[in-house]
Nanobody
């Protein structure tokens, strides 16, 4: 399994932007699907965006048109560009990697590696 470290969280005003990065160790990272998940206090964890090793992508309806996931396999990173942020985007964001996932249809059990998370706070 790969080791994942997130960065880029912080405090931003509504309407602002942040870019999260997920850096991975391991030479086989390019073969993994990577997802960004978030969890706000008192709410269930939800998938924000997912990118497969083949480049297939899916987004939560709540972030479509505002967030963009991308990957740079040469740098072993997956990024999440978040624009037009809203207070309801406030959460801890974690990236996770799934070694054998080849489609955007997933089970949470597919993700065997998780980062520690980064806090995103959007003020109104």
């Amino acid at each position: 399994q790969v080791q994942l470290v997130e960065s880029g969280g912080g405090l931003v005003q509504a309407g602002g932007s942040l870019r999260l990065s997920c850096a991975a160790s391991g030479r086989t990272f390019s073969s993994y699907a990577v997802g960004w998940f978030r969890q706000a206090p008192g709410k269930q964890r939800e998938l924000v965006a997912l990118i497969t090793n083949g480049g297939d992508i899916t987004y939560a309806d709540s972030v479509k048109g505002r967030f963009t996931i991308s990957r740079d396999n040469a740098k072993n990173t997956v990024s999440l560009q978040m624009n037009s942020l809203k207070p309801e985007d406030t959460a801890i964001y974690r990236c996770a990697a799934a070694r054998f996932l080849r489609t955007v249809v997933y089970r949470i059990e597919d993700f065997g590696s998780w980062g520690q998370g980064t806090q995103v706070t959007v003020s109104s």
